[in-house]
């Protein structure tokens, strides 16, 4: 919508739908004696979160979800989610999402900065999402790329030929520019309003995304708020978003739920990508979701916010919560890799043009593949499949065995190691790297075996596979850390400690660095025993300690990482994984005893 003609549809809509009134109920239309019913238009809310660029049907777990009867059955697959769509699609539809749609995505995807999911979610009408913190991946000025169009500057057009930009709208009230005198186009739709809307935000900043999106459906407006988890900065790229801030997403959704307000909307709805966990196994259609990060957000954000559509946790529920004026309000999630389709029906009364809240229903749909996949979305995604296979499909190595990514008591991974030794084996040259430290949550699958879906049982590895296990294009880095640095970035490891560390994330060590931890003793006092090559670390020495550049930037909440000096970047992460499969293969699984726990 052009910014100028924004008011003014929203009031010719209220003008436009009082007409509805008056034309629905001529006089004496209704029944005498009984009471009139407000007079009320359905709209209908079809939602996805984190699709990841599950173009394909995605395999293992991440294809299979726990049904409302309890099975557990595969779902998920771009042609799937599109027959399902159609079929729960009417003429009171609007497809929303609530992020992390790109990023950390397969191959397919990846190799062409996402544009092929981007697409996808266009074909599938979606028309609004909130940003997840994968969408910030590639950065801010790529993020903006992809909403806006236009060809990437490194790596060029797609085959497709030049981006044309989404044609859905990002939405993000709590994303804002660190430098008060950014200039921004964020406000641009609200028209008239602008004004009124920066002052406003004019005590907390200026927006880096517009905050809300206002679509029309029945003739009534509904408003949307995008949140991200304010958690952002720890879990992307520190360089990307640098520029940046992510404020608490209660306070930001406030202020967008005032603005939506001044322009005359009232049926308000939030779509955030942060959420909650769920007990294993459960229906996605129950609630008990654990109350975390998401139900906080849900249940303080402004009484006139109606739904709460989450993401970001990869969890199904759908939850009733009260709102800060003890009315119900819907709290929902449906999955991650577009294996669920959350359906929320409700009713705007068109009086005050609110949401009924008495009336909203929600329905989480599992995406099965037991329907006819959409033809159309078929050969799209062939047409990528056929575009990026002579770079999938090319063999780079081989192992002898399985490379499991799940963590052994020591917190290490057979699969972690290897990563770690790859990366000191492509940073000795060049970065003079030490040891090399891995985040264990960048390990995103594992190495099965036989590798192949074919299961020739022949141990080989592909581009393809090496890539679903490093997808995001990190750089290798190296940085100096003396002794007493690199045992506090070790004991950052652990729940708790400054850093309010969420949970314990075991760094993946390279074979020649070895330590013990305590997991009886206090935060602060865990490590001990470090080594390098056999010899004792001590708190005064220099090391060089490589590691992607999401841990060098203090990613995950390793804080420490950023005192190290002497920087020096390297190879992307994925192109060093490859290296040392073509270089070391046949790869056996190593013995995880670099780390030694004790009670
Ligand atoms: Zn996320």
């Given at each position: ?106 191959l397919l995807s990846?190799a062409y ?271 990528w499949r056929d575009r990026v296979a002579p770079v999938a ?71 393809g ?135």
């Amino acid at each position: 919508m052009t910014s100028r003609s924004f008011l003014r549809l929203v009031l010719a809509g209220a003008v436009a739908s009082g007409a509805v009134v008056l034309a629905a109920v001529p006089a004496g239309a209704a029944s005498p004696g009984k009471a009139k019913a407000p007079l009320t238009v359905p709209v209908r809310l079809l939602a996805l979160n984190d699709f990841h660029g599950n173009l394909e049907p995605p395999t293992g777990s991440s294809g299979r979800m726990v049904d409302e009867n309890g099975n557990t059955v595969d779902a998920g697959g771009a042609a799937y989610i599109a027959t399902h769509m159609k079929a729960l699609t009417d003429k009171n539809t609007i497809a929303v999402a609530q992020g992390d749609l790109i990023g950390a995505s397969p191959l397919l995807s990846a190799a062409y900065h996402d544009e092929p999911s981007v697409e996808f979610l266009g074909k599938l009408g979606l028309k609004v999402a909130a940003v997840g913190n994968h969408e910030f991946d590639e950065g801010y000025t790529e993020l903006r790329r992809i909403m806006k169009g236009g060809c990437h500057p490194v790596d060029g057009c797609s085959p497709a030929g030049k981006w044309k930009g989404a044609t859905f709208d990002y939405v993000g009230a709590n994303v804002l520019f660190k430098n008060p005198n950014e200039r921004t186009d964020a406000l641009a739709s609200l028209g008239a309003q602008q004004a009124q809307a920066k002052k406003l935000m004019a005590d907390w900043g200026v927006p880096a995304l517009p905050p809300v999106s206002v679509k029309w459906v029945n003739g009534v407006p509904i408003g949307f708020i995008g949140l991200v988890t304010q958690t952002t900065p720890n879990i992307v790229t520190a360089e990307g978003i640098k520029n940046l801030k992510f404020i608490d997403e209660v306070k930001a959704a406030n202020v967008a739920s005032k603005i939506l307000k001044l322009v005359g909307v009232k049926a308000q709805v939030v779509l955030m990508h942060e959420g909650d966990q769920v007990n294993a196994g459960q229906s996605p259609d129950a609630c008990s979701a654990v109350a975390g990060a998401g139900a906080r957000i849900a249940t303080q954000v402004d009484p006139e916010i109606d739904v709460v559509l989450s993401g970001h946790s990869h969890q199904a529920y759908l939850c009733k919560i009260k709102d800060p004026a003890g009315n119900d309000r819907l709290y929902s999630q449906g999955g991650s890799f577009g294996r669920v389709i959350t359906q929320v029906d409700l009713k705007v009364n068109l009086k005050n043009l609110d949401i009924d809240r008495s009336s909203v229903v929600a329905d989480n749909h599992v995406v099965t593949r037991t329907v006819d996949p959409d033809s159309d979305i078929n050969t799209f995604v062939q047409t990528w499949r056929d575009r990026v296979a002579p770079v999938a499909n090319k063999t780079i190595g081989s192992i002898t065995a399985e490379l499991s990514n799940t963590a052994t008591p020591s917190g290490e991974s057979p699969l972690g190691d290897v990563i770690a030794d790859a990366q000191l084996a492509a940073t000795r040259t060049g970065g003079n790297a030490q040891i090399a430290l891995m985040n264990p949550g960048g390990v995103r699958t594992l190495l099965s075996y036989p590798s192949s879906p074919a299961g020739e049982g022949d141990g080989v590895v592909t581009y393809g596979e090496a890539f679903a296990v490093q997808p995001f294009n990190n750089l290798m880095q190296v940085v100096t850390l003396t002794g007493a640095q690199l045992k506090t970035v070790l004991e950052q490891q652990f729940t708790g400690g400054p850093n309010n560390q969420p949970f314990t994330k075991i760094l993946q060590p390279s074979a020649n660095f070895t330590y013990t931890y305590s997991t009886g003793a206090p935060w602060g006092s865990k490590v001990s025993d470090m080594k390098i090559d056999g010899v004792p670390v001590t708190d005064a020495q220099t090391i060089r300690v490589a590691a992607n550049n999401f841990l060098v930037g203090g990613g995950d909440a390793f804080a420490a990482f950023t005192q190290g000096t002497d920087l020096w970047s390297g190879p992307l992460d994925i192109d060093a994984f490859v290296a040392y499969l073509g270089t070391n293969s046949p790869i056996a699984p190593p013995a995880t005893n670099r780390i030694t726990v004790t009670s």
